[in-house]
């Protein structure tokens, strides 16, 4: 926290790779960050995309190895698949994954508020916790780091001026 309200230099809106890569930066630029988080931080790749895909891929690759292990001379049993095993993998790399990352983003004291997000002044998202509505001041920048940034304009400030956006293709 800034100055003890709730006011920060930066407040981000989303805990995915976009939102905490911002986040871990601007740490280190010395600034005071608040970010802003529904569901879990990690995001779409550590929870439901890169990580559990790469997860279910390796398993995926342990198969197809033993099945061609004769090719080198390796003499092994068709292999069999323990599906829950495989998703028990998958779970453990993405929970000790979320727990690291939870970890830093504690050490970084980036200020984790849990919740809907949404822009409701230029300088303000206001976020719907499990305690009430908590609005959080940015003295210098929002980061929208939501994955769905057309959304978040249509849908919480649609006559908003003065944002610059950058969206990747
Ligand atoms: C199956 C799959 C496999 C993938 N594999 C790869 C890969 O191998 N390599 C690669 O580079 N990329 C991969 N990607 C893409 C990668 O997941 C995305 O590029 C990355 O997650 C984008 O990060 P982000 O921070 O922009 O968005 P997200 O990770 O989606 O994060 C946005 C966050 O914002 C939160 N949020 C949204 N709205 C609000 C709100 N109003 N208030 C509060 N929080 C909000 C969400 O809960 C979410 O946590 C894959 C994607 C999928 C689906």
């Known amino acids: 926290m800034a100055d003890g309200s709730d006011s920060f230099d930066l407040v981000i809106l989303g805990g995915g ?18 970010m802003v988080e529904r569901d879990k931080v990690g995001g779409t790749c550590l929870h439901r995309g890169c990580i559990p895909t790469k997860a ?7 198969v197809d190895e033993i099945k061609s292990a004769g090719e080198f001379g390796i003499i092994a049993q068709e ?4 599906w829950g095993k ?19 983003v504690k050490r970084a004291k980036v200020e984790l508020v849990e919740g809907e997000g949404r822009l409701t002044d230029a300088r303000t998202v206001t ?43």
Do not use: C, W
């Open 127 to 169: 976020v719907a916790t499990s305690d009430g509505e908590r609005a959080l001041t940015a003295t210098k920048a929002i980061v929208v780091a939501t994955a769905r940034i057309r959304a978040i304009f249509r849908s919480s400030l649609p006559t908003a001026t003065g944002f610059t956006t950058r969206t990747t293709p």
């Open 17 to 34: 790779n976009g939102g905490y890569s911002a986040a871990f930066r601007a740490v280190k630029l010395g600034l005071s960050v608040a």
């Open 56 to 62: 279910l891929l390796h398993a995926a690759d342990l």
């Open 79 to 82: 292999p069999q698949v323990d």
């Open 86 to 104: 495989v998703l028990d993998f998958k779970e453990s790399v993405v929970g000790r994954m979320y727990k690291g990352l939870s970890g830093l």
